[in-house]
């Protein structure tokens, strides 16, 4: 019997000589925090389950295996529904803020992607409908954020993966933006995983945490474990050690 | 004033001005024909780098290092009435290209080739392969990928390969002659009237060929070197 977790990958990775990660992954949880120093393979953790880094990564979302078709050959990336909001936007530079944000509508098809009123309350719910006329390098950065996430959103993603998402967008809305985002997975369905360093962000939206440092999943848990419900430590019990 | 005129007041012949005519033509035939054989070749060694590449970029670049008349040589051993292709294209369809406008099409394209191919090759390059990773991800397939994201971000180096690749070819001397001859009226492209002109001692008509030549050059280097790279600073 098989227990079919929310979501689930078992990666094993030598990204060098001198590093290798090892990360057997699982949460029940929709959101789940990846958390740990720079450097400890948080960002190629993401890569791996998006398939951006080419690998063997076994990926179940809701027992559904998605990296692989039902005859075990790789599913290419396009077809994979895997949504991803990158540290560096990556908006398209020789595009304005509409089409970055609408870009993947087009590709989606009949019935699958969202109406025009569904995307234009996206845009309005994540407060960027002033934005849209702009080009891309008149937009700032917690500007460019915004439209990174819409336009992941718009792919009508199964899977939403986020490094950093928010860390450019000041501390009075970020909040108010990852609240957004944490109502908007919730009623699409949207299983959602978020390299964060901040323990207030965790506390707020996830649902589940990975302790991740050195290629190695040092603790898995909920937030509360690691961080208590009130006040925030920086380090987890297990750091203490 | 009609072109005739015009053409009269600088002391050129009506053999002169079809010759500008044919080099233009004939530069614009070659210069399309280089953007739809190089531009495939120049993406796949660029974004595809295999154990092949190398061997793919020397053989595109060839014609710029060779003379252009080994290059001319080359295609009429090949090209011409006894040489493998030329005896086909004859006897199955009638057709012969050498000594004719279409074999100079043929060499000035081959010899623009590797300054189109090069420029897009550098050109491709440059596009941050993030940017098409991250339009995979939302859905593109890779014919999608190539329309809406590298192309458009390498336009600007695209365009400055073409115009290298079109003033090459609108100014091929030897391999042209090689293949195509120097028939005034017929073959006969400006680099090869100019020729003439000197050869003859026309200074006026070799002066205003030559002029006409270099003033298109220049131009299409001008705006060559104004276009790269310099459109989206912010992010390449």
């Known amino acids: 019997m098989t227990v079919s977790h929310m979501f689930r990958a078992d990666i094993r990775h030598r990204l060098s000589d001198r590093f290798d990660l090892d990360l057997p992954l699982r949460t029940e949880a929709r959101v789940t925090a990846l958390f740990g120093p720079s450097g400890a393979g948080k960002t190629s953790a993401l890569k791996l389950i998006a398939g951006w880094l080419k690998s063997d990564t076994p990926t179940y979302l809701e027992g559904c295996r998605i990296d692989r078709d039902r005859f075990g050959s790789a599913v290419a990336l396009y077809l994979r529904r895997v949504g991803m909001v990158f540290q560096d936007d990556l908006l398209f530079p020789h595009l304005d803020a509409a089409s970055n944000a609408s870009f993947a509508r087009r590709y989606l098809a009949k019935g699958d992607g969202l109406s025009d009123s569904d995307f234009a309350r996206l845009v309005e719910k994540f407060g960027a409908s002033s934005l849209m006329e702009k080009p891309v390098r008149a937009l700032s950065g917690g500007e460019r954020q915004r439209i990174g996430l819409i336009r992941a959103l718009a792919s009508r993603p199964r899977l939403l993966l986020c490094d950093e998402p928010v860390s450019a967008i000041d501390r009075a809305s970020r909040f108010q933006v990852l609240e957004t985002l944490k109502a908007h997975v919730e009623a699409e369905g949207i299983v959602m995983l978020q390299i964060t360093h901040d323990p207030e962000e965790i506390l707020r939206i996830a649902g589940h945490v990975w302790h991740i440092d050195s290629g190695r999943l040092i603790a898995g848990g909920p937030p509360e474990r690691f961080f208590g419900s009130f006040g925030c430590s920086e380090r987890s019990p297990w750091m203490k050690m | ?236």
Request: glycine share 8%; hydrophobic share 55%; aromatic share 10%.
């Open chain 2, 1 to 236: 004033m009609s072109l005739s005129s015009i053409a009269a007041a600088l002391g050129m012949t009506s053999d002169d001005l079809s010759a500008l005519g044919l080099s233009f033509c004939v530069a614009a035939l070659a210069s399309v024909a280089v953007v739809l054989t190089a531009t495939p070749l120049a993406w796949y060694v660029a974004k595809r780098p295999n154990r092949f590449s190398g061997i793919l970029i020397a053989l595109g670049s060839l014609p710029l290092v060779m003379p252009p008349t080994v290059t001319g040589y080359a295609l009429l051993v090949i090209l011409g009435r006894n040489g493998l292709v030329g005896r086909f294209l004859e006897r199955t369809f009638g057709y012969v290209l050498v000594f004719h406008w279409t074999g100079a099409v043929l060499a000035a394209a081959v010899c623009s080739f590797p300054l189109y191919f090069l420029t897009a090759r550098a050109a491709f390059a440059g596009v941050e392969p993030n940017f098409e990773q991250a339009a995979r991800m939302m859905g593109c397939r890779e014919i999608d990928v190539f329309r809406r994201i590298t192309v458009p971000l390498a336009l600007p180096g695209l365009t400055a390969a073409f115009l290298l690749g079109f003033v090459r070819a609108l100014g091929d001397f030897g391999a042209t002659l090689m293949v195509a001859g120097n028939i005034p009226g017929r073959t006969q492209t400006a680099a090869m009237a100019l020729y003439d002109a000197a050869i003859l001692g026309e200074a006026a008509r070799a002066r205003n060929l030559a002029a006409m030549l270099s003033v298109v050059a220049l131009a299409a280097l001008w705006f060559a070197g104004r276009t790269p790279a310099a459109r989206f600073p912010d992010r390449i």
